[in-house]
Every structure is written in C-alpha cells, then in structure tokens.
C-alpha cells in the first residue's frame, strides 16, 4: 500500500500534503506498534497496547497506563489515523496505515544499516533502530536503501515495507512444526529485549536450521535443536516464530 499511494500522491490534495507532514515521535511509535502487532496476528486494543508498551525501550518515553493510551488512541482517531469499533478494536484508517508502513521501513532500514554497516550487536539492533527511525528523512533513506543494496527484510527476518519481499506462504510457526522434522528459522519476534537476546546467545535467528525434539499443547512448551544446543519456547512464543521444513 506504501508504494502504491506514493505513486497515486497528488501534489494539490491534502493526502499528499498530510504525508509530507512528519508526525510526532510518540504517533509515529503508536503506530509502528499497531503494525507490528497486526502482523503477529493480534487484535488490537488498549489493554494490548499498554501491555505491549511495557517491553519498549524506556528510551522511548510511553505511558503504558491504561488512561494514557486510551487519551493517544483518541487523539489519533480525531487525527484520522485509526477507527475504534464498537467492540474496542483498534484499525488502521487508510492513512494511518500509509503513515504506519512508512515508520516500519525506516525502522527496519535503521536495523539493517545499524548491523550491516555500522556493526552494532544483533541484539541491540532493534532498541538502536528506536533511536534512527525518528531522525531518518526521505532523502537520507533513499541513500540507505542504496548503500544497504535494496534490503527485502531485516535482520530477524520481517519484510521492509515498500522493498520486494513477498511472505513465503509455505511457512509456519513454530507451534505447529512436527516432531522430528528438520526447519529452517525464517523470522522471529523482536520487542521483547530479553528474548532477542537469547535468540542471539543460542543462535536462533533466520537462516539457521532446526529440529523439533517434542511439541506438547498441555505442557505448552515446544523443545528443540539449533546449532546441538536444546532450546524450549512456549507455545506463546513459539506461536511467534516463523520456519519453513527443509
């Protein structure tokens, strides 16, 4: 849809000139959440959010309270950039979600140049991106995406909004892999600090191969090989990561 409204933007109508206009830091970090979330599959409402917000970099400055998000989620609906339904979910309008993919390709441009060029370590890239995303203009991000070669994801595996990624259909999460069968990690969760950090330590991470050793729903814990070492997610987590069977 980025790409596709760029393309369409007419210099006179106000849609142009909205997307011209960068919104505040704090939106802008409103609405990479509401994306990324979506992408996870999750309906999205207040309590998620405020939840959600509590494993964001304290960099970032949020509330997580209840009454905070809730002001924001109103202040955004009256600036058109989401709808609430009468069930208390949260959407995207079409220009929040313009504005939203832009902010997820930035941040995860800014994740790319911060491991690939600058060296930063895997497990700090995603907090480092928090920082860049914020202070990148069109111009600076056009240069990146040329020195980074037209990425199509980032480190962890999620597709850059407005690149050539196309989401292999073939994969599946963790959760429902088979006992036995040998996977390749195709993208994993990154917000939560501590869990990005492990998948680092034991190198879990997109491109390396795995085996289920047991998956059971009444433990709720999935085990498994990656790199001779025995790993166990649980099936909340495990419902979060992305294989594809070799």
């Known amino acids: 849809m980025l790409n596709e409204l760029l393309e369409m933007r007419n210099p006179d109508d106000k849609l142009s000139e ?25 309906r999205i409402s207040v309590a998620l959010l405020s939840e959600h917000f509590k494993s964001l970099p304290s960099a970032e400055g949020l509330g997580t309270s209840l009454p905070s998000v809730s002001a924001m989620i109103r202040r955004m609906a009256r600036e058109s950039l989401v ?3 009468a069930e208390k979910q949260i959407n995207l309008t079409k220009i929040g979600r313009v504005f939203a993919e832009s902010i997820l390709r930035r941040h995860r441009l800014a994740e790319r140049l911060a491991v690939d060029v600058l060296g930063v370590d895997l497990a700090l890239a995603h907090e480092e991106a928090h920082r860049l995303e914020h202070a990148m203009s069109p111009y600076l991000e056009s240069k990146i995406v040329v020195l980074l070669e037209y990425p199509e994801t980032c480190p962890f595996g999620h597709g850059i909004p407005g690149s050539t990624y196309k989401m292999d259909n073939s994969c599946i999460t963790l959760k429902d892999a088979s006992i036995g069968d040998l996977y390749v990690v195709d993208r994993v969760p990154e917000d939560d600090q501590n869990l990005l950090k492990y998948f680092v330590n034991n190198s879990f991470l997109p491109g390396h191969q795995i085996t289920i050793e047991d998956s059971s729903s009444s433990r709720g814990v999935v085990e498994l090989l990656c790199e001779s070492k025995e790993l166990v997610f649980s099936i909340d987590i495990a419902s979060q990561i992305w294989v594809k069977q070799v």
């Open 83 to 85: 709808k609430v339904s």
């Open 18 to 42: 909205r997307f011209e206009t960068r919104l505040s830091m704090a939106v802008e970090n409103y609405l990479l959440s509401i994306i990324r979330l979506e992408e996870q599959g999750f």
